[in-house]
């Protein structure tokens, strides 16, 4: 069956508003789409020093560590200056396997001493 070219004409236009509602449709979801993307974004210079801090990591490596070996076990010191503290302490009193509760007090208030006092 052929259709008139009438009816062609208006099968035409039918298929031309549709095809407008679709896209005037598509717009406006696109424009709230954006719209509540701007409401939850904000801008690197409206964020507090405290804000910016929490979007960023920072990469870890061993080598950025003092080992020490305590007991038998590795002990990575990231602080230089307890390192140092540690460092200068005899490996008897750094090693605290077998020692008394006092010991290790004093190698406590050593450490903390030494990294606050300076």
């Known amino acids: 069956m052929e259709l008139s070219s009438s009816d062609k004409e208006r099968i035409q236009h039918q298929y031309d ?10 717009a406006k979801s696109h424009r709230r789409t954006l719209a509540k993307r701007a409401a939850r974004e904000v801008t690197f210079s409206d964020l507090s ?9 920072t990469d870890e490596y061993e080598s950025d560590y003092f080992r ?14 307890l390192a140092e503290a540690l460092n200068a302490l005899p490996e008897r009193k750094r090693d605290i396997k077998g020692g008394s509760k006092w010991e290790i007090r004093y190698l406590s208030f050593w450490a903390f001493s030494y990294f606050f006092l300076l």
């Not at 508003?17 to 598509?26: I, N, Q, Y």
């Not at 020490?68 to 200056?81: A, H, I, M, P, T």
Request: charged share 25%.
């Open 68 to 81: 020490f070996q305590v007991s038998g076990f590795d002990v990575l010191v990231k602080n230089e200056l």
């Open 17 to 26: 508003a549709l095809a407008k509602k679709t896209l005037v449709g598509e």
């Open 49 to 57: 020093e405290s804000e910016l801090a929490q979007l960023f990591t």
